[in-house]
């Protein structure tokens, strides 16, 4: 017998936000419990005329949007009609906290000095490390603060940050405070790592061994204890920190519970994608000169290539890791700014298009790369990275009609909206508006 139609629909659950009618929305879904390799990096789980239901700053459904309607009802619409809807970025190598400048480096390296023969001379990261030492906390904060607003509207929600201009047990906990304080007081989610060994500070030339012994015995012990760091990372390079010194810092850092990263075979090949794999280490980053039995080794054991278009970018050298090959041996593959100094660049769909236009990677890999792998070399795949049910709702909303546009189209910010836990922190069609309004009062 058919049940009587009584003319009442079952109410609909009630969501903070609905973003609703997306030309594309990249989902990234089916990640979180490794990185994706090879053919893989291509599948961005695309839903067509896309929404996504957010509840207290969490992801509460995915789907096409006549089905999600059916179900979740919002005060709070946006209508993504003909815009592409995708992760937050997530920037998985920054060197975010730092004092002064070095554009007159930027000179000099257009003239033919090398990143090396820059160091050598005092310039650099020692440079850097003697401004930065000078600043206060609060000038730091206010710089870190300035920069992840600038991030932020390029659409990146997650960022990791290494200490590293410090180079004094002192100054690089002053650093990884100012990192915590950042955590604490921006939007951003910023990941800390800790970075001592930079480089050889100038008061140890000539005794590096030294150095090495103040970061194993004094300054990891010491970040550890007061739980200043998830990370450690080692600039491993000739003339920097050798195999067999990286080896020590890493293994010390290993037993007092942080996780490993190495700066590796960027400006040489010195076997540090090697090191990266025996230390089972979680990424290994630039990579421009790493070996083929180096990067087999990252494949085997899964370790992440954390790849940094923009420095070599800026190292104006014309080399560029080789992608296609890493990602072709089943190496996960992450995008990073680099973020510093030496290659001041805040935007990871700049990161995007130098990935696709420099190292042939696609829109797909790119994005992949610069989200739910990227998420992966932070520690951070099970909170963000994809738009999944239950992750955080950090969502960027793209004015443009497909992904491809990522890395077609560069030089502007393509970003509409960015959603963050939950809530619009950018707007660029209120922002348009209010510039407008504002223009308009000018003329009158």
């Not at 000095?113 to 440079?127: D, N, Q, T, V």
Request: proline share 3%; glycine share 8%.
């Amino acid at each position: 017998m058919n049940k009587a139609k009584t003319g009442k629909t079952a109410a609909k659950e009630r969501a903070d936000t609905l973003i609703v009618n997306a030309s594309e929305l990249v989902t990234l879904a089916g990640s979180n419990e490794k990185p994706r390799t090879g053919k893989r990096m291509r599948e961005l789980g695309i839903i067509k005329n896309g929404c996504v239901a957010i509840k207290d700053g969490k992801i509460l459904a995915v789907g096409k949007t006549p089905e999600i309607r059916k179900t979740f009802r919002a005060e709070n619409i946006v209508n993504a009609s003909g815009k592409t809807v995708l992760p937050g970025f997530v920037d998985p190598h920054t060197h975010l906290v730092f004092a002064g400048s070095r554009e007159d480096e930027f000179q000099m390296k257009i003239e033919g000095a090398s990143y090396m023969e820059i160091l050598r001379a005092g310039g650099g990261i020692l440079k850097t490390v003697r401004e930065t030492r000078k600043a206060s906390l609060d000038e730091l904060l206010g710089f870190g603060l300035n920069t992840l607003d600038v991030m932020l509207r390029y659409g990146t929600t997650t960022v990791e940050a290494k200490s590293g201009y410090g180079l004094t047990t002192k100054d690089e906990l002053k650093i990884l405070e100012v990192i915590k304080r950042l955590n604490q007081l921006h939007t951003v989610d910023v990941v800390p790592t800790f970075m001592g060994a930079h480089v050889i500070p100038t008061e140890y030339t000539g005794n590096p061994d030294r150095y090495v012994s103040l970061i194993v015995n004094e300054m990891i012990p010491t970040v550890a204890e007061r739980k200043l760091a998830e990370f450690c990372d080692v600039f491993c390079e000739k003339g920097v920190f050798n195999i067999e010194q990286t080896r020590k810092i890493l293994t010390i850092a290993k037993k007092h519970g942080l996780r490993l990263k190495i700066h590796a075979d960027e400006l040489s090949q010195l076997g540090g994608a090697e090191l990266a794999a025996s230390l089972d280490a979680v990424s290994a980053e630039h990579l421009l000169f790493a070996s083929d039995v180096g990067l087999k080794a990252m494949a085997e054991k899964s370790i992440i290539a954390v790849l940094l278009p923009a420095a070599a970018f800026s190292l104006i050298a014309g080399r560029y890791a080789d992608a296609r090959k890493i990602i072709d041996y089943g190496v996960p593959v992450a995008l990073g700014t680099d973020f510093n100094p030496s290659c001041w660049v805040e935007n990871q769909q700049l990161v995007i298009a130098f990935a696709c236009h420099l190292m042939r990677m696609t829109p797909a890999e790119a994005i992949t790369a610069a989200t739910i792998n990227a998420a992966h070399a932070i520690g951070r795949a099970g909170e963000v990275g994809s738009l999944e049910v239950g992750k955080k709702a950090d969502v960027v909303v793209l004015n443009v009609p497909n992904h491809i546009f990522l890395g077609y189209r560069f030089g502007v910010n393509l970003v509409d909206k960015v959603i963050k836990n939950g809530r619009t922190v950018v707007d660029e069609e209120y922002t348009t508006a209010e510039a407008a309004k504002l223009f308009s009062k000018e003329l009158e």
